[in-house]
């Protein structure tokens, strides 16, 4: 938390200085206009003291909703100035190496720029987290049977379902696309709740009308295990895992918890294994791919896992898997120009990554954690079409 009170306000007094000394004060010196400035930064920072230190523990799991609009109040205000910032930097740099230059059209870029972020940031706010996508892909194997030839599985990701607490809707729309998309099979890679299981409660009977002949099947992501709640006791913590098992089970999904399913289509059969998170630290590993893959032998398989980094650590070297899909990125729930802050800390960190003919599929998550926001990285439904290669 102290780290995340560093960042914020460096954040957002680094701009706000700047921008006082170097433009307001030389522009007015009416005390009250100087003033007015800051009342911005001083009302957000007194909001977020009050929810991070002073409203009790569990503050991001008691004040979920309160925080994320305060985080997009931040945004508003913290990017827009920070662009401008760098540009009249920049403005006063050329500026200082040649006289003539004039500082103005730096100035005027930085407007504009701020005024794009602005209007980015609300429109990812209001209508980014909804704007669901559906991505068509294939994939090709030689070993793939040919009763398999042209299966179709539909990918959903990290729901985060206690974000869309007071929006049903939108994930009664997103069980409509799902369902529209008549795959063979759904699938769902991790992260069903953010930090209790009881976030699902009101959800449980939309989520239970996804359907797809052969099923649907599901696994755990790192919040699903409650590690980020500070639980009174260890047996609180074991009861709130159970109860999301319990839940996903009424629900008609099966979860496969280190363990696989044979799928089984017009005499032939494929193997569908799931396993438990397996993160790098300090997400939790509780993978057991051996136990999980064991009795599928020579038989094409797609693996369900939540992190990706689990391919290269584990799958690639480890196993014969063809086929991995996974999730646990967002793609930092933001994608500009076909980029993200996600690669620097995800090798793979969206759509189709192939080593030979073996690939891992990122799909980059329906919800998000903390910051109601998503540009560019729309929520996914990603629908893969299994193709027998010649």
């Given at each position: 938390?102290?780290?995340?009170?560093?960042?914020?306000?460096?954040?957002?007094?680094?701009?706000?200085?700047?921008?006082?000394?170097?433009?307001?004060?030389?522009?007015?010196q009416?005390?009250?206009?100087?003033?007015?400035y800051?009342?911005?930064?001083?009302?957000?920072?007194?909001?977020?003291?009050?929810?991070?230190?002073?409203?009790?523990?569990?503050?991001?799991?008691?004040?979920?909703?309160?925080?994320?609009?305060?985080?997009?109040?931040?945004?508003?205000?913290?990017?827009?100035?920070?662009l401008?910032?760098?540009?009249?930097?920049?403005?006063?740099?050329?500026?200082?190496?040649?006289?003539?230059?004039?500082?103005?059209?730096?100035?005027?870029?930085?407007?504009?720029?701020?005024?794009?972020?602005f209007?980015?940031?609300?429109?990812?706010?209001?209508?980014g987290?909804?704007?669901?996508?559906?991505?068509q892909?294939?994939?090709?194997?030689?070993?793939?049977?040919?009763?398999?030839?042209?299966?179709?599985?539909?990918?959903?990701?990290?729901?985060?379902?206690?974000?869309?607490?007071?929006?049903?809707?939108?994930?009664?729309k997103?069980v409509?696309?799902?369902?529209?998309?008549?795959?063979?099979?759904?699938?769902?890679?991790?992260?069903?709740?953010?930090?209790?299981?009881?976030?699902?409660?009101?959800?449980?009977?939309?989520?239970?009308?996804?359907?797809?002949?052969?099923?649907?099947?599901s696994?755990?992501?790192?919040?699903?295990?409650?590690?980020?709640?500070?639980?009174?006791?260890?047996?609180d913590?074991?009861?709130?895992?159970?109860?999301?098992?319990?839940?996903?089970?009424?629900?008609?999904?099966?979860?496969?918890?280190?363990?696989?399913?044979?799928?089984?289509?017009?005499?032939d059969?494929?193997?569908?294994?799931?396993v438990?998170?397996?993160?790098?630290p300090?997400?939790?590993?509780?993978?057991?791919?051996?136990?999980?893959?064991?009795?599928t032998?020579?038989?094409?398989?797609?693996?369900?896992?939540?992190?990706?980094?689990?391919?290269?650590?584990?799958?690639?070297?480890?196993s014969?898997?063809?086929?991995?899909?996974?999730g646990h990125?967002?793609?930092?729930?933001?994608?500009?120009?076909?980029h993200?802050?996600?690669?620097?800390?995800?090798?793979?960190?969206?759509?189709?990554?192939?080593?030979?003919?073996?690939?891992?599929?990122?799909?980059?998550?329906?919800?998000?954690?903390?910051?109601?926001?998503?540009?560019?990285?729309?929520?996914e439904?990603?629908?893969?079409?299994?193709?027998?290669?010649?």
């Amino acid at each position: 938390m102290h780290r995340i009170t560093l960042l914020l306000a460096i954040f957002l007094l680094i701009p706000d200085v700047y921008i006082y000394l170097v433009h307001i004060v030389k522009k007015t010196q009416n005390i009250r206009i100087r003033l007015s400035y800051w009342m911005p930064t001083l009302l957000l920072s007194a909001i977020y003291v009050y929810y991070m230190y002073l409203s009790g523990d569990n503050a991001l799991s008691n004040h979920t909703h309160s925080i994320g609009r305060l985080a997009v109040g931040i945004m508003l205000f913290a990017v827009p100035k920070t662009l401008f910032m760098l540009c009249s930097l920049v403005g006063l740099l050329v500026n200082f190496i040649i006289r003539r230059c004039p500082r103005l059209p730096f100035n005027i870029i930085g407007l504009l720029l701020a005024a794009i972020s602005f209007g980015n940031i609300i429109y990812g706010a209001l209508f980014g987290i909804k704007q669901f996508e559906v991505k068509q892909v294939e994939y090709s194997s030689r070993h793939l049977p040919a009763a398999f030839n042209g299966y179709r599985i539909a990918q959903i990701s990290d729901i985060h379902i206690g974000s869309w607490e007071k929006d049903p809707a939108s994930i009664q729309k997103l069980v409509d696309i799902v369902n529209a998309q008549k795959a063979d099979m759904i699938v769902f890679t991790g992260d069903l709740v953010n930090q209790q299981s009881h976030e699902l409660d009101g959800f449980q009977e939309i989520l239970s009308q996804l359907h797809a002949p052969d099923g649907v099947y599901s696994v755990l992501g790192n919040h699903d295990y409650g590690t980020y709640y500070r639980w009174p006791t260890a047996d609180d913590e074991k009861q709130n895992l159970n109860y999301l098992i319990e839940q996903q089970k009424a629900m008609g999904w099966k979860l496969l918890n280190n363990e696989h399913a044979i799928i089984r289509h017009n005499g032939d059969s494929i193997a569908l294994i799931g396993v438990e998170n397996d993160g790098e630290p300090p997400f939790p590993q509780h993978a057991d791919l051996p136990h999980a893959i064991k009795g599928t032998e020579g038989m094409f398989s797609v693996l369900l896992s939540h992190n990706p980094t689990h391919w290269r650590r584990e799958v690639l070297p480890k196993s014969n898997i063809e086929l991995m899909l996974s999730g646990h990125t967002h793609a930092m729930q933001m994608i500009l120009f076909g980029h993200s802050l996600a690669t620097l800390k995800y090798p793979e960190w969206k759509g189709m990554y192939y080593e030979g003919e073996r690939a891992l599929y990122v799909n980059i998550g329906i919800g998000y954690v903390g910051l109601p926001f998503r540009f560019g990285a729309w929520p996914e439904i990603t629908v893969i079409e299994l193709k027998q290669k010649e």
